[in-house]
């Protein structure tokens, strides 16, 4: 299994304004992923960060608004630049494990952002 | 393009009841299909994982079941509890990777 923390829990934003989110793994793992949680919706992916090399961003999404660091192999930010209150949303990382035997995702606790 | 359903979107029942969420997807092609609980404001708690190969996986009250070829998993659950109110989503894999596709989820609300 693995342990995910995310720094900060939640936070209020001013428009305009960026905000970044850490997240850190208690082992080492290839990649990790962003997701984000709009209000009363299911998550979406934003892009997959894996270490030594540039993000993958999903359709939407661009590195601009979303960039995201990869430092070493338990480590990653994700940055909300300029932000609207249209990012207000809950964000989580997560990375693939496994357990029983079978591929599974273990997420994080999430980063509950609200703008104003 | 992979796309994941659940119904109800929502459900309300009183504690003792048996209950089955629904789930399904387009695309058949999938390596597994796993359920999650994430309670208000919070992360998401892995339930169950099943494999393609399998037909269904147990863990305590819950049992879910994957039907590939119908394109459908059912979570069922037992005597349920209050401390069972939570939001509940199934995702299955995409793209031959490791990123999920969700179902809107199932908000669930088991009254005393």
């Known amino acids: 299994s693995a342990v995910i923390s995310q720094k900060p829990s939640r936070d209020i934003c001013q428009r305009g304004t960026s905000l970044t989110i850490q997240c850190q793994v208690d082992?080492?793992?290839?990649?990790m992923f962003w997701y984000r949680q709009q209000p009363g919706q299911s998550l979406t992916l934003i892009a997959t960060?894996?270490?030594?090399?540039?993000?993958?961003?999903e359709s939407g999404f661009v590195i601009d608004k979303f960039p995201i660091s990869r430092p070493n192999l338990t480590f990653s930010t994700l940055t909300v630049s300029n932000m609207s209150p249209e990012d207000s949303s809950i964000y989580l990382c997560?990375?693939?494990?496994?357990?029983?035997?079978?591929?599974?995702?273990?997420f994080g606790p999430g980063t509950r952002l609200t703008v104003l | 393009k992979q796309e994941v359903t659940q119904i109800p979107a929502a459900l309300s029942v009183p504690e003792g009841e048996n209950l089955v969420l629904n789930c399904s997807f387009t695309?058949?092609?999938?390596?597994?299909l796993q359920w999650f609980r994430q309670d208000p404001g919070k992360g998401l708690t892995s339930l169950l994982l099943?494999?393609?190969?399998?037909r269904e996986q147990t863990s305590g009250r819950l049992n879910a079941s994957l039907d590939k070829s119908s394109g459908r998993s059912t979570l069922y659950i037992a005597a349920s509890q209050p401390g069972d109110s939570a939001t509940y989503l199934c995702?299955?894999?995409?793209?031959?990777?490791?990123?999920?596709?969700f179902g809107g989820g199932t908000r669930l609300m088991v009254k005393p």
């Open positions: 082992s080492q793992v290839t990649m």
């Open positions: 997560s990375v693939h494990g496994t357990s029983g035997g079978g591929d599974t995702q273990y």
């Open positions: 695309d058949s092609a999938i390596y597994n």
């Open positions: 960060a894996n270490q030594g090399s540039e993000a993958t961003y």
């Open positions: 099943i494999q393609s190969s399998q």
């Open positions: 995702a299955v894999p995409y793209n031959a990777g490791n990123m999920l596709t």
